[in-house]
Nanobody
Framework: QVRLEESGGGLAQAGGSLTLSCTAS????????MGWLRQTPGKEREFVAF????????VYGESVRGRFTISRDDAKTTVHLQMKNLKPEDTAVYYC?????????????????WGKGTLVTVSS
């Protein structure tokens, strides 16, 4: 069992930056591959970024590529999502997710564990 807790959401202006963090606790939290997905009302969760358990593989969604950077700390229990050049369309609830395995995970159904989400609002 892995527990995920997000932090760092809030309000930003267009063109600004925010960094989200997700800490995994519980059984071998450092060994899980992790991702960020986001959701707006009435829509499915959208893939944002993925990082493998080792940190060696990173994948980004098309809408954030070049603006967002995912990383994890040396202990591998905390994942960060650095968001730059934010746009109003980045406004969403951002969820941290995790799954054991070395594959690349992108979709909502591929992840086993979820945080409660953190709201990011970008004003124009």
């Amino acid at each position: 069992q892995v527990r995920l807790e997000e932090s760092g959401g809030g309000l930003a202006q267009a063109g600004g930056s925010l960094t989200l963090s997700c800490t995994a606790s519980g059984n071998h939290g450092y060994s899980y591959s992790m991702g960020w997905l986001r959701q707006t009302p009435g829509k499915e969760r959208e893939f944002v970024a993925f990082i493998s358990w080792s940190g060696g593989n990173k994948v980004y969604g098309e809408s954030v590529r070049g603006r967002f950077t995912i990383s994890r700390d040396d202990a591998k229990t905390t994942v960060h999502l650095q968001m730059k050049n934010l746009k109003p369309e980045d406004t969403a609830v951002y969820y941290c997710a995790a799954r054991w395995g070395s594959q690349i995970f992108r979709t909502e159904t591929q992840f086993d564990y979820w945080g409660k989400g953190t709201l990011v609002t970008v004003s124009s």
